[in-house]
């Protein structure tokens, strides 16, 4: 077989992966990465059991859950702005 070039080799991926969303569907194959991410709610509640080992009630910990969730996307907020200040003041 000749040596493919990049684009070749970026089409046949991305067939492949066409191929496996449709054997496997899409939801399926980026389970992990959507659990993983900052705005699901199993990523905060594994955030929130290890920052708290001991508390056991269930709802107890997903309202903390929620509330380290909101303090995130409240820092995400506050960062977002200074940096937007910092680039208007710049110009």
Same mark, same amino acid.
């Given at each position: 077989?000749?040596?493919?070039?990049?684009?070749?080799?970026?089409?046949?991926?991305?067939?492949a992966?066409?191929?496996?969303?449709?054997?496997?569907?899409?939801?399926?194959?980026?389970?992990?990465? #959507?659990?993983?991410?900052?705005?699901?709610?199993?990523?905060?509640?594994?955030?929130?059991?290890?920052?708290?080992?001991?508390?056991?009630?269930f709802?107890?910990?997903?309202?903390?859950?929620? *509330?380290?969730?909101?303090?995130? *996307?409240?820092?995400?907020?506050?960062?977002?702005?200074?940096?937007?200040?910092? #680039?208007?003041?710049?110009?």
């Amino acid at each position: 077989m000749a040596a493919s070039t990049p684009s070749e080799r970026s089409q046949r991926a991305r067939a492949a992966v066409l191929v496996a969303h449709a054997k496997h569907g899409p939801e399926k194959m980026t389970e992990k990465a #959507r659990a993983a991410a900052p705005s699901s709610d199993a990523y905060w509640l594994k955030q929130a059991s290890q920052l708290l080992p001991d508390l056991d009630d269930f709802e107890e910990l997903a309202r903390r859950a929620d *509330f380290l969730k909101r303090a995130y *996307f409240a820092q995400l907020g506050a960062r977002r702005a200074r940096l937007a200040r910092q #680039r208007r003041d710049s110009e």
